[in-house]
């Protein structure tokens, strides 16, 4: 645990608030420009070091990590509205973060700066639930994550189990209505302090169980970029913000929501990309110059390894599985496996889509977390 800083060191310091893997990811980038990084992140559970031991929930933390360090960044966006408050250089900042939080803000935001966005609505209660209409998906206004704050609602005759389930007389719920896509999107987008933006290539995302399975880059659609800038201008964003949409069955975009911070559907982007999200975040978030997000193969496939079953943090299989050429493999270093969890990733790149998608999955299959 580092308690002070050496003030003859020039090193710039990022302070990120969350140590788990995306922290881990920025701070290899950081480092790479001889940045020094200090997560915060609760007792015995970073996985990077140093960590300052505390809870980012507490303003009392986030006061002193911010006095140890330069900039603060985040690689979550629950951290609660006053301990990021208590942070003078916050990159994204509290703006920005209040209006991504609250998933009602956040829609009503993009739809006011005329982006597509499905047919939503504030619905306090069950009566207004059903004023809205069936078939919808009703999700929790704040801390909805992989899915967990949502639920699809066919009929007014499925509602009280979904009010239930989403325990809709405790937290804030809105009416979503239900988009029947075709095809889940996603986009990287960095921008600077200065307001200067990259865009990275569109990628075609591939969900199991609510949880990001496979990104597939780039997918060739014109039009998202421009709204993901647009996205990300409207809340006035610095940093690098994930971007997922749904490309309706009639050919239409439509905004899911935007992450402010690094992304799961952005990991590709460290062996597949000229200059990664993470290394963008970390430019954009000192004020730096923007590198190029253009691919350096055709193709880039990724695919995410998760807990099988309860067991040790390090899998089987890896041996096997650095056999196979144009694959890099991320093993997170969690200290223990659980069913579900993010352990690590696999990105593989190739001539085409389908083949990096072959050598990924091919990995992927090999490598196995839990006993
Ligand atoms: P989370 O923030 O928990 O990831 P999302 O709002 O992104 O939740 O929703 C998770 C998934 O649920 C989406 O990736 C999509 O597959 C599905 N989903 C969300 N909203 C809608 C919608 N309006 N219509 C259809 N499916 C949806």
Request: proline share 6%; glycine share 10%; net charge neutral.
């Amino acid at each position: 645990m580092v308690e002070t800083r050496d003030v003859n060191r020039p090193a710039p310091t990022l302070g990120i608030l969350g140590g788990g893997q995306l922290a881990k990811m920025t701070a290899a980038a950081a480092r790479q420009l001889g940045c020094d990084v200090l997560v915060l992140e609760q007792p015995g559970r970073s996985l990077v070091a140093p960590a300052l031991e505390g809870d980012w929930n507490d303003p009392a933390w986030t006061r002193k990590l911010a006095g140890l360090v330069d900039v603060v960044t985040l690689e979550s966006e629950f951290v609660n509205l006053p301990a990021l408050e208590a942070v003078p250089v916050l990159f994204p900042g509290v703006a920005t973060m209040r209006l991504v939080q609250d998933k009602l803000l956040q829609k009503q935001t993009f739809a006011g700066a005329g982006l597509p966005v499905p047919r939503f609505a504030d619905t306090p209660t069950p009566d207004a639930v059903r004023a809205f209409g069936f078939p919808c998906v009703l999700k929790k206004r704040r801390n909805g994550y992989d899915g967990k704050g949502n639920a699809t609602v066919r009929s007014a005759a499925e509602l009280p189990a979904a009010w239930a389930k989403l325990e809709g007389d405790r937290h804030a719920l809105y009416a979503e209505e239900f988009c029947d896509f075709t095809m889940e999107l996603a986009i990287i987008i960095t921008r600077g302090r200065d307001g200067a933006v990259v865009r990275y290539p569109v990628v075609e995302t591939v969900n199991r169980d609510h949880i990001c399975h496979i990104v597939k880059a780039p997918h060739d659609d014109p039009r998202v970029a421009d709204i993901a800038q647009r996205a990300v201008e409207a809340i006035d964003g610095v940093g690098s913000f994930g971007m997922e949409l749904f490309l309706g069955r009639d050919g239409a975009l439509m905004v899911n929501e935007i992450a402010p911070r690094v992304h799961n559907t952005g990991h590709y982007t460290i062996e597949a990309c000229i200059c990664s999200q993470f290394e963008n975040h970390v430019r954009a978030v000192f004020g730096w110059p923007l590198g190029s997000p253009a691919m350096r193969a055709p193709a880039a496939v990724m695919v995410n390894l998760l807990g099988a079953a309860d067991g040790p943090g390090m899998p089987q299989g890896l041996t096997e599985a650095l056999k196979i050429p144009n694959v890099h493999i991320h093993v997170y270093g969690k200290s223990r496996s659980v069913r579900g969890r993010k352990m690590g990733h696999v990105t593989a790149l190739g001539a085409s889509v389908a083949e990096a998608a072959a050598a990924a999955q091919r990995a992927a299959g090999l490598i196995r977390f839990g006993a």
